[in-house]
Each structure stands twice: as structure tokens, then as C-alpha cells.
């Protein structure tokens, strides 16, 4: 099996959700967030338990051009080529991973209206996700100066992952791009989301949002998640976090995991991915654990780590203009906060065995409260149960979760 890959359907659920975002819509002009934090960010003043490396790029020898050895511009950019980020070094056993949603249905390659890298420790079952905005401006290597949400369009996953590694010192190890419309599919296919509204925004959305819980179905969560109202950029980036987290819950929710086979074979055929079934299959101990939210920490550029520019007047235009010293603080925060060690709760031990009592889920009839559970550190790890998976037209797969504590 690939041990570099993501391992969980919830990312899965992941780049859906973002394909449905839409971060920066044609025409709109970004508003980057300022003030807005997610509540599962770490304080910037937290101290890493291991500081990540940067070994800087090397002044090119007089023979080289400032690209260095990567691939020349084809066509003449608007603002000068910057010399590569430099080669980020992850501690030991973290992977990443590379989530892209387009702004189009399938078939069509579209542009990507979300983008976001994912740095995760499989063994401590911790996870850093980091928002990049789309109309950031980098070195397309190859081709030239162009907003983030060009890579793809212009050469695929493998474009995609190249301007990462020149602009961001990362390349990641997987990948998965997902169509607009995949995400309410997905959430059609999990009987809705209970996704708690707070503001009444009366018209919008087939007029349901109103204050309280709101059971959603797959256009419903899909046009909420697309919604801003004027420039508030920063509202709608809170909005779909809750939406992310909603469906990662839900996914580990009530043995939904049995149902992988079945979602894998609806998707891969939709989505373009370097994972495997084989992959999530045998990190299911991953993904439970990672149905705790206090495992997750969600990252957004702002200001230390960009500028807005206008690129042009006629027609109006702005990007935003990388910030190199910022972004390499962003990152290490990240790398920091799924490096530290976490105990794990009673929520996993719930999870696991809902997995093996739960074959056919159902969304709830009735809204109730969510218990509140008390971290507690596990004294032992629990009996191993053993799940038979059953793919379509093929051999039946029987993978082993076994919960192992956290050091």
C-alpha cells in the first residue's frame, strides 16, 4: 500500500467541500480576511514543539537565471519571476497532501476556486489545514507569472504541484481535484447536514436561512457554502470551515465509514486523485481519530503573509502578492500544531464503535444536543475489531482498526 497517501475518506469530503466554495468568484474583487480566526487555529504565539527548516535556495551561479534550475518562463510576465522558496523540511512521519476544487462541473477543467494543502502526522492523527488563496501570484514554472487558480488549467495535477514546490517550499506527496458539482453530491449521498445558521439572509439559498438549525440537502449546503454577502470574504472562509467540519463529523459519524467501498467508486471516477482504495482502506484507525475536531486546526492567509495588488483598471483586476517571510511563519505553525502530541478522548472510542454496530446510517429525525465529552487519555488501548468491507463486483476486503494511543 502507498504509505505516503491521505488515508481517510473525510478528506475525501474534504476537497469536495472546497470544490464547492468558490473563494474568489469571476468578477469579484478578494477581500482578504482580517481579523477573523478560526476557533481551531493555534495562537500565533504557541511555541512549536519542533521548529520545521528552510534551507534556503542557494544564489544561483552566474550561469543560472533567477528560476534556477526549474523550467523558464514561455511567456513574458507582468512582474519579475522570484527566485525559488526553498526546500520546507517536514519532521519525520509528517505527509501533506495537495486539495484542489474547480470552479466548474464535470467533465470541464475549470480554473480552481479552492485551494488547500494539507500537512498531517499519521502516527500522532493530527492535521493542519491551510487555506491558499486562489488569486495568489506566483511562478507558474514553465509558463509565467499567473494567479494559483491558473496551475491547473494550464497543465494539470502535475503543473499544480510544481508551482507549490517553487512557491511554497512543499511538494506534496498526494493529491485530489475535485468538480463543482461533487459536493452536493456527496451530501445527497450522506441524507443531508444539520448546519447551524446564525445570521437570516431571507431569499437566499431556497429561503431556509434563518437562524437555528437547518437540516440541508446537497444544493441547499452547496449554494450556503458559495453564499457571501458583498465583500465579506472573511464570513464566507468561517462559513465553510463549519461546513468542512460538519461533513468530516459526518463522515465518522453513525459507521458511515462502511459505506467507502461504495463512495469510492462513485467519486474516483469523478475526481482526479493519486489515492487509491486501497489507501483509505487501511488507515481507518486515521480517520476515526480525526473525527475528534480538536485534532484539526484550519490556517488562513492574511496579512503578514500577503498584499493585495491591482494588476489592472480596465478591466479591474487584483491578485494578491505572496509575502514569503509570513508565509514561512504560517507554515511552521502549522507543521507545529500536527506534530504536537494530543491524547486521544472518549469521542474515538464512540466512533469506533458506532463502526461496528452501525452498517446502515441514517440521518437523525429529531435535533438533539451533541454530549460533551471530557479529554480524557485512554489507559489501554481497546479490543481490535475486525470490519468485512465489501466492494462492488469485487473481492471482499477485510481491514483491522486498531486505536493506539497518541505518545
Not at 469536495?16 to 468578477?27: H, K, M, N, S, V
Not at 544561483?60 to 528560476?67: A, C, D, F, R, T
Not at 479552492?114 to 514554472?141: C, E, G, T, W
Not at 458539482?181 to 451530501?187: I, K
Amino acid at each position: 500500500m502507498n504509505k505516503r497517501a491521505w488515508a481517510a475518506l473525510p478528506i475525501l469530503a474534504a476537497v469536495l467541500l472546497i470544490a464547492a466554495c468558490g473563494l474568489l468568484p469571476g468578477g469579484a474583487t478578494p477581500t482578504p480576511d482580517r481579523t477573523a480566526t478560526p476557533s481551531a487555529t493555534p495562537s500565533a504565539t504557541s511555541t512549536p514543539s519542533l521548529t520545521p527548516s528552510l534551507t534556503p535556495t542557494p544564489i544561483p551561479p552566474g550561469s543560472l537565471p533567477v528560476w534556477s534550475t526549474y523550467p523558464a518562463p514561455r511567456l513574458t510576465a507582468v512582474t519579475p519571476v522570484p527566485p525559488p522558496f526553498g526546500q520546507l523540511a517536514l519532521p519525520e512521519g509528517m505527509r501533506s497532501l495537495l486539495l484542489v476544487g474547480l470552479d466548474r462541473p464535470g467533465p470541464f477543467r475549470g480554473r480552481a476556486d479552492a485551494v488547500m494543502l494539507v500537512l498531517y502526522h499519521p502516527r500522532l492523527a493530527k492535521a493542519s489545514l491551510i487555506s491558499l488563496p486562489p488569486d495568489l501570484f506566483v511562478y507558474l514554472p514553465g509558463y509565467t507569472m499567473q494567479r494559483l487558480s491558473s496551475a491547473y488549467p494550464v497543465g494539470g495535477s502535475a503543473m499544480t504541484l510544481d508551482t507549490l514546490e517553487y512557491n511554497l517550499g512543499i511538494r506534496p506527496d498526494d493529491w485530489l481535484v475535485a468538480n463543482l458539482d461533487d459536493f452536493s453530491l456527496l451530501v445527497d449521498n450522506l441524507e443531508g447536514l444539520v448546519v447551524p445558521v446564525l445570521e437570516a439572509q431571507p431569499g437566499q439559498c431556497g429561503d431556509i436561512l434563518y437562524p437555528g438549525d437547518v437540516i440541508m440537502t446537497g444544493e441547499q449546503a452547496l449554494c450556503f457554502a458559495r453564499l457571501r454577502i458583498g465583500a465579506d470574504e472573511g464570513a464566507r472562509s468561517l462559513r465553510q470551515q463549519e461546513l468542512l467540519s460538519l461533513v468530516l463529523t459526518r463522515m465518522t459519524q453513525s459507521g458511515n465509514l462502511l459505506r467507502l467501498p461504495d463512495l469510492y467508486t462513485l467519486f474516483s471516477r469523478r475526481v482526479d486523485s493519486s489515492l487509491t482504495l486501497a489507501d483509505l482502506l487501511g488507515n481507518l484507525e486515521l480517520a476515526l481519530k480525526l473525527g475528534d475536531a480538536n485534532r484539526l486546526a484550519y490556517f488562513q492567509f492574511q496579512d503578514q503573509q500577503m498584499s493585495l495588488w491591482q494588476i489592472s483598471e480596465q478591466p479591474p483586476a487584483t491578485v494578491f502578492l505572496p509575502r514569503r517571510e509570513g508565509i514561512q511563519r504560517l507554515l511552521a505553525d502549522a507543521i507545529a500544531f500536527a506534530n504536537q502530541p494530543r491524547p486521544l478522548t472518549e469521542l474515538v472510542v464512540t466512533l469506533q464503535y458506532q463502526l461496528t454496530v452501525s452498517p446502515s446510517p441514517t440521518i437523525p429525525p429529531t435535533l438533539t444536543p451533541s454530549p460533551t465529552i471530557t479529554p480524557t487519555p485512554l489507559e489501554s488501548p481497546t479490543p481490535t475489531p475486525t470490519i468485512t468491507l465489501t466492494t462492488t463486483g469485487g473481492p471482499t476486503v477485510t481491514p483491522t482498526i486498531t486505536l493506539t494511543l497518541a505518545p
